[in-house]
């Protein structure tokens, strides 16, 4: 079975501060990995995906197979990054995605 | 393009009522899911379905059935609504191309049972 831990519910720093939010999985093939947003009063959003490699606002992800994480990255937190964050697991071949439970992200001015 | 839509946006229940959600997408998606958001549970799987005239059960697909006629529209149904069913319950989609599984997700329908 597939499953995904996000270990924070709430997460709060400051503006400027550097942000980790956690995310790990459970899966016995190779995965792929994504980091889903949900900003206030906006529907879900996907924000990157590990195989792109890429960083979006800011945010960069690298995928960890021997510690089975993938924890979301920003150096310098901004007000407009407060919002949920989702972590979500693809098995291979499937189409379907396992979500983690979420952390809110709250900045602090 | 509207993307995915959804309708209702909010509905009241009484307990044994039944009602079906509206999920539709203009984007010629093959893949579409029913998830349900509850607080501390994240995103829940209901139901989805790989193309037209098929559907399968996710994680919690107790309470609800689904029906996918047209590729374009994905039905949420409850038969008989519980209080338990109150949530936020989020229709999305997706391609079917191998590296490009971003699914997208309509705006949430808000009910409540009561």
């Known amino acids: 079975a597939q499953r995904v831990t996000q270990p924070e519910k709430l997460l709060s720093v400051f503006k400027g501060a550097p942000v980790e939010l956690k995310c790990n999985y459970s899966?016995?093939?190779?995965?792929?990995l994504f980091w889903y947003v949900q900003y206030s009063r906006q529907r879900l959003q996907l924000l990157l995906r590990h195989i792109s490699r890429e960083s979006i606002k800011g945010f960069t992800a690298d995928l960890n197979k021997g510690e089975t994480s993938f924890h979301l990255k920003k150096p310098f937190a901004q007000e407009e990054d407060s919002a949920m964050y989702y972590c979500a697991l693809s098995g291979a071949g499937s189409y379907q995605l396992t979500f983690g439970k979420g952390t809110k992200l709250s900045v602090i001015p | 393009n509207a993307g995915v839509t959804q309708t209702p946006k909010f509905r009241v229940l009484k307990t044994g009522q039944s009602m079906t959600l509206l999920c539709a997408q203009d984007m010629n998606h093959e893949y579409m899911y029913w998830y349900r958001q509850d607080p501390g549970m994240g995103l829940r799987l209901i139901h989805y379905?790989?193309?037209?005239?098929?559907?399968a059960k996710g994680e919690v697909p107790d309470g609800y059935n689904v029906s996918r006629l047209k590729k374009q529209n994905f039905l949420l149904g409850l038969e008989s609504a519980a209080p338990s069913q109150t949530s936020v319950y989020f229709c999305?989609?997706?391609?079917?191309?191998?590296?490009?599984?971003?699914?997208?997700f309509g705006p949430g329908t808000r009910l409540t049972v009561t």
């Open positions: 379905s790989v193309g037209e005239g098929t559907t």
């Open positions: 999305a989609s997706s391609r079917t191309v191998r590296g490009n599984y971003e699914q997208y």
């Open positions: 899966y016995s093939g190779s995965p792929e």
